[in-house]
């Protein structure tokens, strides 16, 4: 059974940050794509960010660069999103998901939602102004 854990999330004030884990199990890790996504209230689910496991090749959503790091640890099966300058409209549940070879698109350069196979039960963040 694949199972997806997020945990990391929480409560902090703009300009703060939060470093987010995913654990994957039941599931090969490797030469994987796995991607953190988020959804806010009332607005539809999106890429934040994404990688290839093993290869190490990273994918960001255009307002997420410079401030937020995925980062992997193919030992522990494990993918991180560290968040840094944390803002107001960061708010929203975030996910990681996993899936083989999604299809990438050069426009946007991240794995769209809906090309994603196994998704976890998400971690809340929310910040504060």
């Known amino acids: 059974q694949v199972q997806l854990v997020e945990s990391g999330g929480g409560s902090v004030q703009a300009g703060g940050s939060l470093r987010l884990s995913c654990v994957v199990s039941g599931y090969y890790f490797s030469n994987n794509y796995m991607g953190w996504f988020r959804q806010a209230p009332g607005k539809e689910r999106e890429g934040v960010a994404g990688?290839?496991?093993?290869?190490?090749?990273?994918y960001y959503a255009d307002s997420m660069k410079g401030r937020f790091t995925i980062s992997q640890d193919v030992a522990k099966s494990t993918v991180y999103l560290q968040m840094n300058s944390l803002k107001p409209e960061d708010t929203a549940m975030y996910y990681c998901?996993?899936?083989?070879?999604?299809?990438?698109?050069?426009?946007?350069?991240?794995?769209?939602?809906?090309?994603?196979?196994?998704w976890g039960q998400g971690t809340q963040v929310t910040v504060s102004s």
């Open positions: 998901a996993a899936a083989y070879n999604p299809f990438i698109s050069s426009l946007v350069n991240i794995a769209q939602p809906h090309t994603m196979k196994y």
């Open positions: 990688i290839s496991i093993g290869v190490g090749t990273t």
